[in-house]
């Protein structure tokens, strides 16, 4: 984490003993002020194994309470094989001119973390081996992704960016941000995407496995080779590919759909 000038920096220890029989240590919550409170915030949060809820409101500060679930080591002896309870865990929340980021040091079986921000808050949200990313009521841009876990959205107001391998990604919006291209990726995984009745919006189809069930009436165009251009965690990736093309209300917003081995359902929300 590089040095920051007046940033507000708080640093959370949360310790169990290798004696402790509680299946998890006390939820411990933080309020972090913004610098320019009111305005769009930018919330950044990457944790191992971790459950990582998001819920947007009415406010213009954002709190963290965590949880740490404890884990289990193993000492092998020339006795024989003792497990020992841990539940270690160091959390940094640093804010510096409405950008929020969690850095951690982990060492706990799992970790799970509510984050209270303002409505209009952009988030990049990633966690890895069994952790599960959940946001509600968000107006503003995510980037999602899970390695061995679920992701869930619903109620959002804007764009979304998400991935995810060996589970599912269920977004429902409320609202879509017309000139934002959205892309959704799924490996070994079923797709539920949730658009509001009047949304027009182009889909962009690439399904390896797997069936596409619509509740809207689509116009489904030849397939032919496509470029896109996404912005990722990353960086920039430009890509051709052939995919079926399905508009929605006579098109509009693109949006890329992309599974391997799972469903695509596409759903009326509310909105």
């Known amino acids: 984490m590089k040095t920051l000038l007046n940033k507000t920096a708080l640093a959370l220890l949360l310790t169990a003993t290798a004696n402790l029989a509680l299946a998890q240590v006390a939820p411990q919550v933080v309020d972090i002020p913004l610098s320019r409170p009111g305005e769009t915030a930018n919330v950044e949060i990457e944790i191992l194994s971790a459950k990582i809820e998001v819920i947007g409101e009415d406010r213009q500060d954002a709190s963290f309470e965590v949880t740490v679930v404890d884990g289990e080591r193993r000492i092998v002896t020339p006795s024989g094989t003792q497990s020992l309870k841990t539940g270690a865990y160091s959390v940094q929340v640093e804010e510096r001119d409405n950008n929020i980021s969690v850095d951690t040091d982990w060492r706990a079986n799992k970790v799970a973390m509510l984050a209270r921000v303002p409505r209009n808050s952009n988030l990049d949200l990633a966690t890895v ?17 899970n390695v061995n876990g679920p992701i869930t959205a619903t109620n959002i107001n804007g764009s979304v960016i998400a991935e995810s391998v060996n589970d599912d990604i269920t977004v429902s919006f409320s609202g879509i941000t017309a000139d934002q291209a959205m892309s959704f990726t799924s490996v070994n995984g079923t797709l539920n995407l949730g658009l509001p009745a009047n949304a027009g919006v182009e889909l ?13 009436e689509v116009d489904v165009q030849p397939s032919k080779p496509v470029m896109s251009r996404e ?13 079926i093309i399905a508009k929605i209300n006579g098109g509009g917003t693109v949006i890329k759909l992309k599974t391997l081995n799972g469903n695509i359902n596409i759903t009326k929300s509310g909105g």
Do not use: M, P, Q
């Not at 081996?129 to 992704?145: H, M």
């Not at 912005?231 to 995919?243: A, F, N, T, Y």
């Open 129 to 145: 081996n069994n952790g599960e990313i959940i946001v509600a009521n968000i107006d503003g841009k995510l980037v999602l992704e």
């Open 204 to 216: 962009h189809i690439d399904s390896a496995e797997g069936e596409i069930v619509s509740d809207f």
């Open 231 to 243: 912005e990722g965690r990353h960086g920039v990736e430009v890509k051709v590919e052939s995919v």
